[in-house]
């Protein structure tokens, strides 16, 4: 039984930090764990121009720890309006490096976001030409497709009209929930892959209902049926390098949370690779962790690899019921539970 080891350090391929104060105190627990991490753009107002994301971008290194070496990878929030010329000026210039389509009102901050997938087809064009990474929250929005169906329902309608279309152009299908999803990336050409989240990895949705409402089980996508997890866990461990770590990792405080209307996203950020590693030991696949975690991620977004290291050991992690992030209580995945896993450097 293998009881530590030690692998590249891993990048979040999907995260939010959100802004000021919040992103101040979030972001030394991803720069703990991880070397780099593509920054999703959902501000209000949203990060659309290059401009827009130099300047976030600042706020973010400023946050990092002295002595820690930490680079966030900005992404452009794409709406009706986006400008493709910004769009490839941002990243020939190294501050883009992917856009990220958001339906609009599929998820939080979305408001702005993207209406009819064909307005935004001359960018699409323009990213395909230019080889940049389109990041997708994929789920349709009609009131009338079951909240647990979103994501089936998001392939069948429009994503697969984007891959025809877009043959060359690099797609990141994030935070993947369903074996629907698991079967499309599979299927799909090497253009097309998909980051998975812990949360997803370890609960079905009975999580979010069993025992009254838990709130802090609630994020978007919400989590489906233990057999799309029993995929996700499988595609996840499989080795496969369509496959890598996004955590989706979503702080609102603890009052937002428990709320009359609770918001959507769940806090993975301060114990992620030890929820991750805990799901591999599980399956018997830790061998194919680093591949999911410090691999698979930099392969398909054509960047070197982390030379750093980081070390896991099998022994107790006590995560709290909450943390402080500016000034107020919030509550990080896992609360309360005891890991097998920790984190040593």
Same mark, same amino acid.
């Given at each position: 039984?293998?009881?530590?080891?030690? &692998?590249?350090?891993?990048?979040?391929?999907?995260?939010? =930090?959100?802004?000021? @104060?919040?992103?101040?105190?979030?972001?030394?627990?991803?720069? $703990?764990?991880?070397? $780099?991490?593509?920054?999703?753009?959902?501000?209000? !107002?949203?990060?659309?121009?290059?401009?827009?994301?130099?300047?976030?971008?600042?706020?973010?290194?400023?946050?990092?720890? %002295?002595?820690?070496?930490?680079?966030?990878?900005?992404?452009?929030?794409?709406?009706?309006?986006?400008?493709?010329?910004?769009?490839?000026?941002?990243?020939?210039?190294?501050?883009?490096?992917?856009?990220?389509?958001?339906?609009?009102?599929?998820?939080?901050?979305?408001?702005?976001?993207?209406? %009819?997938?064909?307005? &935004?087809?001359? #960018?699409?064009?323009?990213?395909?030409?230019?080889?940049?990474?389109?990041?997708?929250?994929? @789920?349709?929005?009609?009131?009338?497709?079951?909240? =647990?169906?979103?994501?089936?329902?998001? &392939? @069948?309608?429009?994503?697969?009209?984007? /891959?025809?279309?877009?043959?060359?152009?690099?797609? /990141?299908?994030?935070?993947?929930?369903?074996?629907?999803?698991?079967?499309?990336?599979?299927?799909?050409?090497?253009?097309?892959?998909?980051? &998975?989240?812990?949360?997803?990895?370890?609960?079905?949705?009975?999580?979010?209902? /069993?025992?009254?409402?838990?709130?802090?089980?609630?994020?978007?996508?919400?989590?489906?049926?233990?057999?799309?997890?029993?995929?996700?866990?499988?595609?996840?461990?499989? *080795?496969?390098?369509?496959?890598?770590?996004?955590?989706?990792?979503?702080?609102?405080?603890?009052?937002?949370?428990?709320?009359?209307? *609770?918001?959507?996203?769940?806090?993975?950020?301060?114990?992620?690779?030890?929820?991750?590693?805990?799901?591999?030991?599980?399956? +018997?696949?830790?061998?194919?962790?680093?591949?999911?975690?410090?691999?698979?991620?930099?392969?398909?977004? $054509?960047? !070197?690899?982390?030379?750093?290291?980081?070390?896991?050991?099998? *022994?107790?992690?006590? #995560? !709290? @019921?909450?943390?402080?992030?500016? *000034?107020?209580?919030?509550? !990080?995945?896992?609360?309360?539970?005891?890991?097998?896993?920790?984190?040593? +450097?």
């Amino acid at each position: 039984m293998t009881d530590r080891f030690t &692998i590249r350090r891993p990048d979040d391929w999907h995260l939010h =930090f959100r802004d000021g @104060e919040i992103m101040r105190d979030v972001v030394p627990y991803t720069a $703990r764990q991880f070397a $780099r991490a593509i920054v999703m753009p959902n501000l209000t !107002p949203p990060v659309t121009t290059m401009a827009l994301a130099e300047a976030y971008r600042a706020r973010i290194r400023a946050a990092v720890p %002295n002595g820690v070496r930490f680079e966030p990878l900005m992404t452009c929030y794409l709406t009706d309006d986006t400008d493709p010329d910004d769009l490839v000026r941002g990243a020939a210039a190294g501050v883009f490096t992917a856009a990220k389509l958001y339906p609009a009102h599929a998820t939080t901050n979305s408001a702005a976001g993207v209406t %009819n997938v064909e307005k &935004i087809h001359p #960018v699409l064009e323009r990213m395909e030409a230019e080889d940049i990474v389109l990041c997708i929250h994929g @789920e349709v929005t009609d009131h009338s497709v079951d909240v =647990f169906d979103r994501e089936k329902v998001f &392939i @069948e309608r429009h994503l697969r009209a984007i /891959v025809a279309a877009f043959p060359k152009l690099r797609i /990141v299908f994030e935070h993947i929930t369903t074996a629907d999803a698991v079967d499309f990336v599979l299927g799909a050409g090497p253009q097309v892959a998909a980051t &998975i989240t812990p949360q997803h990895l370890h609960i079905n949705r009975n999580a979010m209902l /069993v025992g009254g409402i838990q709130p802090h089980n609630y994020c978007l996508p919400v989590a489906k049926r233990e057999e799309h997890r029993l995929a996700l866990r499988k595609a996840a461990t499989s *080795g496969n390098p369509k496959f890598f770590l996004g955590t989706d990792s979503a702080p609102h405080l603890r009052k937002a949370k428990e709320a009359a209307c *609770g918001c959507a996203g769940i806090f993975g950020a301060p114990f992620a690779l030890e929820s991750y590693v805990t799901v591999f030991d599980e399956e +018997g696949a830790l061998e194919r962790f680093e591949g999911f975690a410090a691999l698979h991620g930099p392969a398909f977004y $054509r960047l !070197p690899v982390n030379e750093e290291t980081i070390t896991l050991v099998r *022994g107790e992690t006590d #995560v !709290p @019921e909450v943390l402080t992030v500016a *000034g107020e209580e919030i509550v !990080p995945w896992h609360a309360g539970q005891r890991l097998g896993w920790r984190l040593v +450097g």
